[in-house]
């Protein structure tokens, strides 16, 4: 009898899974589609350690599964790397839209437009770079979420 109640519950969570939106505070994954309660901190905490433990997260962002925005660019140790050395450059070159720094940037990226990649940086200048102390993480996320 445990048997058919545990698995009409799991029949219920799945199919309910399919219909229903992702939270915002767990993310995208196998967890938050699953684990529909998110009541309380202890129910955020297992969808949030479900999608984590299950590797499913990082698969879903990446290919656009799982409930998942698919991410314009995978950002890469290399490309952080690369922006935490020429913060600068990249700064002037964003600015007039075109240079050396600027197109090693976006093979980094893997970028297939770059012409059309180096026009919308230059367009949002102003929202990658926010501030004279911006810091390279920040540059990253603001690159990253630019309208391309």
Do not use: P, W
Request: net charge negative.
């Amino acid at each position: 009898m445990k048997k058919i109640l545990l698995s009409v519950l799991a029949l219920a969570a799945l199919s309910t899974a399919a219909i229903a939106n992702v939270n915002s505070q767990t993310g995208c994954g196998l967890g938050s589609m699953v684990i529909k309660d998110d009541s309380s901190a202890v129910m955020l905490a297992l969808q949030a350690t479900t999608n984590g433990t299950s590797g499913n997260q990082t698969f879903g962002i990446t290919s656009g599964t799982s409930g998942c925005k698919k991410a314009k660019f995978v950002m890469n140790e290399r490309a952080e790397e690369f922006v935490a050395s020429n913060m600068d450059i990249l700064a002037k070159e964003i600015s007039v839209g075109h240079g050396e720094s600027l197109d090693t940037l976006a093979e980094l990226l893997n970028v297939e437009d770059k012409a059309m990649f180096c026009a919308s940086l230059q367009a949002n200048y102003n929202s990658i770079y926010t501030g004279t102390n911006v810091e390279m993480a920040d540059v990253l996320n603001n690159i990253s979420t630019t309208q391309i």
